[in-house]
Nanobody, 120 residues
């Protein structure tokens, strides 16, 4: 299983970016996909998650500005980030909880991060 994220880049404060992350490989089902971020010198933190039933959860710091969505048929999760602030700058990591066809348990998978830089 691989998670491939894209969409990071440099944006001015107040601008928007859209991140995408596609899961590929031997996948039986995905229960949850989401985004986490890690700024320099800080711990990785949750940004937003979405379940296969479209239940969403957001960090307080991004609620109302970021929107997470998914395309279950494509095993892809998106993060629309609006009204970006300098404090949103971080490496954003895609996460998915996936069951492979060979097993009955779900496991946590991470993609390589994508860098978001916000200039003030």
């Amino acid at each position: 299983v691989q998670l491939q994220a894209s969409g990071g880049g440099l944006v001015q404060a107040g601008g928007s970016l859209r991140l995408s992350c596609a899961a590929s490989g031997s996948i039986a089902s995905i229960s949850t996909m989401g985004w986490y971020r890690q700024a320099p010198g800080k711990q990785r933190e949750l940004v937003a998650t979405i379940t296969s039933g479209d239940f969403t959860n957001y960090a307080d710091s991004v609620r109302g500005r970021f929107t997470i969505s998914s395309d279950n048929a494509k095993n892809t999760v998106y993060l629309q980030m609006n009204s970006l602030k300098p404090e949103d700058a971080a490496v954003y990591y895609c996460n998915a909880i996936i069951r492979t066809p060979s097993g009955s348990m779900y496991y946590n998978y991470w993609g390589r991060g994508t860098l978001v830089t916000v200039s003030s």
